[in-house]
């Protein structure tokens, strides 16, 4: 079963705009990703969230979490047409990364 | 550093028939995942091994689905008879603590 669920499940915006996509789950968590999957390939980490952490930075990314609603939200800033992919939340309930629990996945189209 | 390695990238079979995935992870990865990955959806996680035994198996169909990671290296699966649901993309991944590196996946077509 999928825990974290994205939203909206498909976004597209112009190059040069903020694109920002939410993920909810549903119980406790050690951390959580999120990652991006190009069309026809493997998916890649982006960035990794702790429980205990409330912001993170990385390049043009910004992740919250907010634990007491249980919700993610990423935020791509001065978007460019390669970051047109597929985006996933996974959550981590054991801390050690043994077991994601992956979402269903937003798809962001950037316009050029 | 290689990243993981799948083979074959496309493998399109008739039902009822055998088909096998390999996976060569990146090395010093302890960790291997097997996922299934249907279209709309995130991946599945089917196994995990931590070097060449599997300690999480709950998720596998066992009935027709196989895995083995002989010499905690790379690993097989393989699905025997497939079944025209099991169309999907199969995914390997290994892993730090802190991250999972996936490969390209192998996209099985079941006609």
């Known amino acids: 079963s999928q825990q974290g669920e994205e939203d909206p499940q498909a976004l597209s915006i112009q190059e040069g705009e903020n694109a920002t996509m939410n993920c909810s789950y549903k119980t406790s968590i050690n951390n959580l990703q999120w990652y991006r999957q190009n069309s026809g390939r493997g998916l890649v980490h982006l960035i990794l969230i702790r429980s205990n952490e409330r912001e993170k930075h990385s390049g043009r990314l910004r992740v919250t979490l907010d634990t007491s609603k249980k919700s993610s939200s990423l935020l791509i800033t001065a978007s460019r047409a390669a970051d047109t992919a597929s985006y996933f939340c996974?959550?981590?309930?054991?801390?050690?990364?043994?077991?994601?629990?992956f979402g269903k996945g937003i798809t962001l189209s950037v316009r050029p | 550093e290689a990243g993981v390695v799948q083979s074959p990238r496309y493998k399109i079979i008739e039902k009822k028939q055998p088909v096998a995935f390999w996976c060569n992870p990146i090395?010093?990865?302890?960790?291997l995942y097997w996922y299934r990955q249907n279209l709309g959806q995130g991946p599945e996680l089917l196994i995990r091994?931590?070097?060449?035994?599997?300690?999480?198996d709950s998720q596998l169909p066992k009935d027709r689905f196989s895995a083995e990671r002989l010499k905690g290296v790379d690993s097989t699966l393989k699905i025997q008879p497939a079944e025209l649901g099991d169309s999907a993309v199969y995914l390997c991944?290994?892993?730090?603590?802190?991250?999972?590196?996936f490969g390209p996946g192998t996209r099985l077509t079941v006609l």
């Open positions: 996974a959550t981590d309930h054991t801390g050690a990364n043994s077991k994601l629990t």
């Open positions: 090395s010093g990865h302890n960790t």
């Open positions: 091994y931590e070097n060449e035994e599997a300690v999480d």
């Open positions: 991944a290994s892993s730090t603590v802190t991250e999972q590196f």
